[in-house]
């Protein structure tokens, strides 16, 4: 079930880059528990040292503090390693419209340096985040992959070109690069007190605390909320794909689309709250509707996902009862 039947020789050696924020430390947690080497690499920038700090005694688990955007730091985090699991990245949409050159500098920059030091290092392949923003205005549903509009935001566009690097690395270099392209995922460990929190933590800590939320436009715009169970089985499962995965771009989801207000009224019901939420004016950048077709993610990396909306609310509402 999931990514608990995927094995790797004893030995295995992962780097897992942006190790300390929300996905990276979820995979840091699944690949130690498969007994798997893991070396992290983060920066700190928006990555948590408490995400990180129970694998701290784990002698399977080993810590480079270093920027993504300085190519020595790159080559040296992956010498010796045999994938590369690529998650650092600045995130947020509405960041990305105000501060356009950081997202290019570390989302492009960054990649495409980690790109090129695992080339140089010998690394398996290549596994990398990008992410359902890349489909941009397009207003097919469900999401395509070779179906794409135009980028709506900067963070789309940096999206895009580490899809184009993946391809050229892999046909040009045969570097094997998979990429997966996430579609709002939420879970343990993702940071509810960020100014650019997703929608799931930031409105479960206000719900909590008995505040009013605020919500983007009228909330009928609908996401395909992927938990982080999910995309964990995804990136461990594109490690052991066939050879002719690579060069390839594959929706990440679970393949169901709910409403802002359908997912807010599901919290109310969740942490027995009763409040009506703020509606704001829509945010620049945000594409109306995204659901995502995974038949080719089944199909070629045999993807299974089996964390629906609810299921994932109500681990990761406990998750948050604990820490938050």
């Known amino acids: 079930m999931g990514y608990q039947e995927v ?8 780097l897992v880059t942006g190790a300390a924020g929300f996905i990276g430390s979820n995979l ?24 990180i700090k129970e694998f701290e005694d784990n002698d399977r688990f080993e810590l480079i503090e270093g920027d993504i955007r300085d190519f020595e730091t790159c080559l040296a985090a992956c010498e010796d390693v045999d994938y590369v699991l690529h998650q650092a990245a600045l ?37 990398y985040a990008s992410s359902s923003s890349v489909y941009g ?48 995922v939420f879970g343990p460990k993702q940071n509810p007190e960020s100014e650019y929190a997703a929608v799931i933590p930031k409105f479960i800590r206000a719900l909590k605390a008995g505040s009013q939320v605020e919500i983007y436009g009228d909330g009928e715009q609908s996401r395909d909320f992927t938990y982080v169970e999910n995309v964990v089985e995804a990136n461990l499962k594109a490690c052991i ?20 207000n359908q997912l807010y009224d599901l919290l109310c019901k969740f942490l ?18 995204s659901q995502a077709d995974i038949s080719r993610a089944k199909k070629i990396l045999g993807y299974d996902p ?3 909306l609810v299921r994932g609310l109500s681990e990761a509402i406990e998750w948050y009862g604990r820490h938050v």
């Open 137 to 184: 205005d397009s207003t097919e549903l469900p999401k395509v992959e070779g179906r794409e509009g135009r980028a709506c935001a900067p963070y789309a566009l940096t999206k895009k070109v580490n899809e184009l690097y993946g391809e050229l690395y892999t046909r040009l270099y045969g570097l094997e690069c998979i990429g997966l392209r996430y579609f709002n």
């Open 7 to 14: 094995r790797f020789p004893k030995g295995t050696r992962f």
């Open 241 to 260: 794909a066939p050879k002719e995965a690579s060069g390839e771009v594959y929706n990440i989801a679970f393949g169901q689309r709910f409403t802002i």
């Open 272 to 289: 027995e709250v009763d409040l009506e939420p703020r509606y704001l004016p829509t945010r620049t950048g945000d594409v109306r509707h």
């Open 91 to 127: 995130g947020s949409v509405p960041r990305s419209v105000e501060e356009p050159l950081i997202y290019e500098d570390n989302n492009i920059k960054g990649t495409s340096n980690m790109m090129e030091a695992a080339r140089q290092r010998g690394v398996r392949r290549f596994v």
């Open 28 to 51: 840091v947690e699944a690949l130690l528990r498969l007994g798997c080497e893991v070396r992290g690499l983060d920066n700190f920038s928006t990555g948590r040292r408490e995400n």
């Open 306 to 308: 089996e964390w629906n």
